[in-house]
């Protein structure tokens, strides 16, 4: 199943060789977390990807990426209002 989700900002990091483990991916996670000290990031989750074939043994390519959190400063006042009126709306319901 496909699924389409809205355009996001992420940062990636690229690493070489093979990414078997999830300790593997989490290493780069960490290094990539460490490499945007002072960033706004998601860190509850992150996203990955692997562009080889499994039978390609060289120069192998793979990439950790975290998402961007949008500074407040460059969201249209617009689209915040309109969240915190979405926000109260719901809250009525409840």
């Known amino acids: 199943m496909l699924y389409n989700r809205p355009a996001l900002d992420v940062y990636v990091r690229q690493f070489g060789g093979w990414a078997l483990t999830a300790a593997t991916w989490e290493q780069h996670r960490q290094q990539l977390i460490d490499d945007l000290l002072g960033k706004r990031v998601k860190r509850g989750e992150f996203y990955t ?20 959190e949008p500074d407040l400063a460059e969201i249209p006042q617009a689209f915040l209002l309109e969240q915190l009126v979405e926000q109260e709306q719901e809250e009525l319901k409840e």
């Open 49 to 68: 990807a692997s562009y080889n074939s499994p039978m390609e043994m060289k120069n192998r390519r793979n990439e950790v990426m975290i998402q961007a």
